[in-house]
């Protein structure tokens, strides 16, 4: 073998086309949108890979290249299914009475004491208080509490920490 010579091998391009009309990489329910608009906000492949962990970074060099070679084609595709979200969003708007539902909804829980604001303090406090807690049950479990703080810990009927 040469170096520097053209040996071209056909890399199949992972892509699916589904009955809907929408485009995902083979074996996975990642949209062929997804990749794009996360390579197209800057995203790197690896990025993307660690944001869908479905995906090979194979596959989305793969995937990138073709949209690289075949950008008008693409580019119609993503245009296409941006007009397809827009029609949606109008009619799920139609359908359903969408203004003022956080109001509706917080209305229907009977009490909203976990929905106050944390402040810093009980935010430290509650970290602190799970910290404890773990530390404690880990040191029962390796037989390492002194027998004073076992009496802290609450237990289970089976005599284990809660």
Known sequence: MR???T???AQPIPLVKHE???IR???TRVSLDSVFYAFLDGSTPEEIVQHYPTLLLADVYTIIAYYLQNRAELDD???DREKQRAELRKQLEVRYDLI???DRLLARRPSLEYMRPVTDEDFNHRILRGLLRRCLVWMYSQRRIPASLGVLMPRSASGLPR
């Open 20 to 22: 809907s009309g929408v």
């Open 7 to 9: 040996e071209t091998t």
């Open 25 to 27: 990489v083979s074996g």
């Open 77 to 79: 595709y993503l245009s």
């Open 3 to 5: 170096i520097g010579a």
């Open 100 to 102: 003022g539902i956080r």
